[in-house]
């Protein structure tokens, strides 16, 4: 893990052959994609994000896919129905890619 802000931090790295991207927006996705990593981890904050990191790294030429994971606490039976329940949910969008 490198502690910093977007590109800036990536000079002086040897080159990677596996990034995850959780912030930084597309500025950061294209400079990680220059750099050529064999793998890619991509979280989007909505699907026009997660639709633009896509297009980036597949025209850096990346095999990409994703998925929207979802997730909600179970919540226990109350007085007031007789079953468990789930809570507030709560939403990932990830992409991966593969250099091609």
């Known amino acids: 893990m490198v502690p910093g802000e977007g590109p800036e931090a990536l000079g002086g790295l040897p080159e990677p052959d596996a990034v995850v991207i959780e912030s930084g927006g597309a500025e ?18 909505n699907l026009a994000e997660a639709a633009d990191f896509r297009q980036i790294a597949e025209t850096a ?17 109350r007085a007031d129905r007789d079953r468990p329940s789930f809570g507030p949910a709560d939403h990932t969008l990830i992409l991966w890619g593969r250099a091609g």
Request: charged share 15%; aromatic share 2%.
């Open 61 to 77: 030429g990346y095999h990409v896919d994703g998925a929207l994971l979802q997730s909600a606490p179970l919540t226990p039976a």
């Open 28 to 45: 950061l996705v294209r400079a990680v994609a220059a750099r050529r990593p064999g793998r890619l981890v991509l979280i989007a904050r």
